[in-house]
């Protein structure tokens, strides 16, 4: 028998280690009572739950209020510091907002947060009179919020086929690429159409085809699985 801190060998009729004073172990003596090492004399205390919302909260509240304070003292008028509180409560509403829940769900957040972005690029858009928000940013956001919101919904819900899931969604991301560079044309160039979007949409639906091949095929899938490691 042995200590179990040190590792002095230990005679059988032994209560403790005669070297660091740890009470013996021994794994076919039930012990009633007794604590090998001695209770901490300050438990650890566990954090309140609303304890990280709190303190992330505070620290996004005060460069908001320092910024805004030195607009409004050099601007008299709320200028630049309106970008920088609105990318930093964008950045709130994706990051922190859902530490408030005890069990955040993603189907809920993942659009809440495409929402924030699409409110921070309106304002942005406004405040340059860009004119680009509703023929460009609004659909480019909508698109890529419903997608992820719909790859997220399925992978949560659906137990099965993450292979249909991600090969549908690089198929979809593929035939919305014309319609991406219609949205650039038509908002930021006089050129004509160039049709640089059919080389990426065709990478895109390969990929997204070649998943759902693998999805259909179970040999084919165990050979990728072998070969991958996966």
């Not at 604590?35 to 901490?40: A, I, L, Q, T």
């Not at 399925?154 to 991600?166: A, D, H, M, Q, T």
């Given at each position: 028998?042995?200590?179990?801190?040190?590792?002095?060998?230990?005679?059988?009729?032994?209560?403790?280690?005669?070297?660091?004073?740890?009470?013996?172990?021994?794994?076919d003596?039930?012990?009633?009572?007794e604590?090998?090492?001695?209770?901490?004399?300050?438990?650890?205390?566990?954090?309140?739950?609303?304890?990280?919302?709190?303190?992330?909260?505070?620290?996004?509240?005060?460069?908001?209020?320092?910024?805004?304070?030195?607009?409004?003292?050099f601007?008299?008028?709320?200028?630049?510091?309106?970008?920088?509180?609105?990318?930093?409560?964008?950045?709130?509403?994706?990051?922190?907002?859902?530490?408030w829940?005890?069990?955040?769900?993603?189907?809920?957040?993942v659009?809440?947060?495409?929402?924030?972005?699409?409110?921070?690029?309106?304002?942005i858009?406004?405040?340059?009179?860009?004119?680009?928000?509703?023929?460009?940013?609004?659909p480019?956001?909508?698109?890529?919020?419903?997608?992820?919101?719909?790859?997220?919904?399925?992978?949560?819900?659906?137990?099965?086929?993450?292979?249909?899931?991600?090969?549908?969604?690089?198929?979809?991301?593929?035939?919305?690429?014309?319609?991406?560079?219609?949205?650039?044309?038509?908002?930021?160039?006089?050129?004509?159409?160039?049709?640089?979007?059919?080389?990426?949409?065709?990478?895109?639906?390969?990929?997204?085809?070649?998943?759902?091949?693998?999805?259909?095929?179970?040999?084919?899938?165990?050979?990728?699985?072998?070969?991958?490691?996966?």
């Amino acid at each position: 028998m042995y200590c179990i801190k040190c590792g002095v060998k230990l005679a059988d009729s032994e209560k403790e280690c005669p070297l660091c004073g740890t009470k013996v172990y021994h794994p076919d003596i039930q012990q009633k009572d007794e604590y090998m090492y001695p209770k901490n004399k300050y438990p650890s205390q566990e954090m309140h739950p609303l304890g990280w919302p709190i303190f992330l909260t505070a620290c996004f509240l005060i460069p908001i209020i320092i910024t805004l304070a030195c607009d409004l003292r050099f601007s008299l008028s709320i200028t630049w510091s309106g970008y920088v509180v609105g990318a930093l409560l964008m950045i709130y509403v994706m990051l922190v907002l859902p530490f408030w829940f005890r069990k955040p769900n993603p189907v809920i957040f993942v659009p809440c947060a495409f929402a924030a972005i699409g409110v921070y690029l309106l304002y942005i858009n406004l405040m340059i009179n860009g004119g680009w928000f509703l023929s460009f940013a609004f659909p480019l956001v909508t698109f890529f919020g419903v997608l992820t919101t719909a790859i997220v919904t399925l992978i949560r819900y659906v137990k099965k086929g993450k292979l249909y899931i991600f090969g549908g969604a690089f198929i979809a991301l593929g035939i919305y690429m014309p319609v991406l560079e219609m949205f650039i044309h038509k908002t930021f160039s006089d050129d004509g159409f160039m049709g640089w979007s059919f080389y990426p949409m065709a990478g895109l639906v390969l990929i997204g085809g070649f998943l759902i091949f693998l999805a259909i095929c179970r040999p084919a899938r165990e050979v990728m699985e072998r070969k991958f490691f996966i």
